[in-house]
């Protein structure tokens, strides 16, 4: 970690994973699938914005859309997103996802750094978001950060992972405000919301634009290690 007045410095990096690490239209027809499986829905999810949203989020939507009681649907949700990991590990074996040029090797690249804490910030449930990072070699990069259904609000889902590195740190080592990478400007907002900078990743879901408007930092269509890794650890 880096030295600074008697004091170490620790850098957290946030990864988004769809549109920031991987795409993959998987996801939709897993949760397709476990929405049948659990609740007896039969839903077509072309209408439903995954881009920024969490599962948690969309799963309650769903269940106002049938009429139902949201909490009534979240008290079944460890066995939905149960079914939904088995149907997404299904699929990516037959589909692997596409990489975003530049994910892998940045991530090889902030893997070396001492003084670097690499965590997740995805909208994605815990287990299919490592289901779909395996899927990618990446699943034992990350330590762990905010899952998408741990909570449907992505800002608070910054806050408690920003909280969890800040309570395992010892006491002479200081937390820097760090990154968060992402492609939307949900990713943008969780990043203001915890003091943190953000690099966006403009993938396709939105425009380079788009995500300066909202506030990123610095926008890149790859993660190309010699563009950003400099910047990153600054």
């Known amino acids: 970690m880096a030295e600074g007045e008697g004091m170490k410095t620790l850098t957290p990096i946030w990864f988004d994973?769809?549109?920031?690490?991987?795409?993959?239209?998987a996801g939709h027809g897993a949760f397709q699938k476990a929405l049948r499986d659990v609740y007896g829905w039969e839903e077509s999810m072309e209408s439903v914005q995954f881009a920024g949203n969490t599962d948690l989020q969309v799963l309650m939507d769903m269940s106002r859309f049938h009429g139902g009681d949201p909490e009534v649907a979240l008290s079944r949700r460890h066995e939905f997103f149960e079914r939904m990991a088995a149907h997404l590990d299904e699929g990516l074996s037959g589909e692997?996802?596409?990489?975003?040029?530049g994910?892998?090797?940045l991530v090889a690249a902030l893997l070396e750094e001492l003084d670097v804490s690499l965590e997740l910030l995805t909208g994605n449930a815990r287990s299919c978001a490592?289901?779909?990072l395996k899927h990618v070699?990446?699943?034992e990069?990350?330590?762990g950060g905010g899952f998408g259904d741990e909570h449907a609000d992505r800002n608070i889902l910054a806050t408690r992972a920003r909280d969890q590195i800040a309570a395992r740190l010892p006491s002479d080592v200081t937390l820097a405000?760090?990154?968060?990478?992402?492609?939307?400007?949900?990713d943008v907002a969780a990043a203001h919301r915890i003091g943190a900078r953000c690099l966006g990743v403009a993938s396709g879901a939105y425009t380079a634009e788009q995500l300066l408007e909202a506030g990123a930092d610095r926008v890149v269509t790859t993660l190309d290690p010699d563009d950003v890794l400099g910047e990153l650890l600054a």
Do not use: M, Q, Y
């Open 96 to 101: 692997s996802p596409e990489r975003i040029p």
């Open 130 to 132: 490592f289901i779909k």
């Open 103 to 105: 994910a892998n090797e």
């Open 17 to 25: 994973i769809d549109g920031t690490l991987l795409h993959t239209r």
């Open 177 to 186: 405000p760090g990154w968060v990478i992402g492609d939307t400007p949900r």
């Open 137 to 139: 070699e990446l699943h």
């Open 141 to 143: 990069a990350f330590r």
